[in-house]
């Protein structure tokens, strides 16, 4: 299969896995982007405009506001991957919360309704189950465009590397925002430098 060249959209909600998927996707050697937002009013209009603008400058992207701008990005970057990352509810709300708790964030605010998800996990949890839905219906008739991944349940290469038509890299997939995580991802970078060196070594030899 030919490696995809298109941009590529990581469209599920904030604690599903997104950083790890960022991660992989550099190291598939793809430039990311992540955390796009705005201040001041009409925060609906700006951000869509900011983020919109932004996404003809990277190959991929992750977080916010990515995920509730996946019509338009299909609309105005036909041929792009879809990727919807998704988590147990419960797991998520707890995570959700613990993450944000009570802090008011603008961002929240205009993705759930409610600026904090403490005292209105209802209302998150609605919104969450509600934006998969409405992606999954989407995309319904088109399987080449989409794929869904569980990375909190272990999915990883073997799954987005046939999707993107990419060899799968000589490491392990990338678990990040765990404490475990972090000290895995050090790990695991070390290996790739080390075994880096090593061929460079070798080449200079030669």
């Known amino acids: 299969m030919k490696r995809h060249t298109g941009k590529i959209f990581a ?104 600026a904090s998800p403490k005292g209105h996990e209802e209302a998150y949890l609605n919104r969450y189950r509600a934006h998969n839905a409405r992606v999954l219906e989407y995309f319904a008739r088109r399987p080449d465009d989409l794929i869904v991944m569980k990375l909190t349940r272990g999915e990883g290469w073997e799954k987005l590397c046939p999707f993107l038509g990419c060899q799968t890299p000589q490491c392990d997939f990338p678990r990040l925002n765990t404490a475990a995580g972090r000290s895995w991802w050090r790990s695991a970078c070390n290996r790739v430098v080390r075994k880096a060196r090593t061929l460079t070594h070798t080449q200079k030899a030669a």
């Open 11 to 114: 469209i599920g909600f904030q604690k599903t896995g997104t950083t790890s998927l960022g991660a992989a996707l550099e190291l598939l050697g793809y430039d990311v982007c992540g955390y796009v937002s705005v201040c001041g009013p009409d925060f609906d209009r700006h951000i869509r405009k900011v983020a919109l603008a932004v996404a003809d400058e990277y190959d991929a992207f992750q977080d916010n506001p990515w995920a509730l701008l996946y019509r338009e990005l299909d609309e105005r970057h036909p041929g792009s991957k879809f990727i919807l990352t998704l988590r147990d509810e419960q797991s998520w709300l707890r995570s959700v919360l613990k993450h944000f708790g009570s802090e008011p964030s603008d961002m929240q605010k205009w993705i759930y309704g409610y």
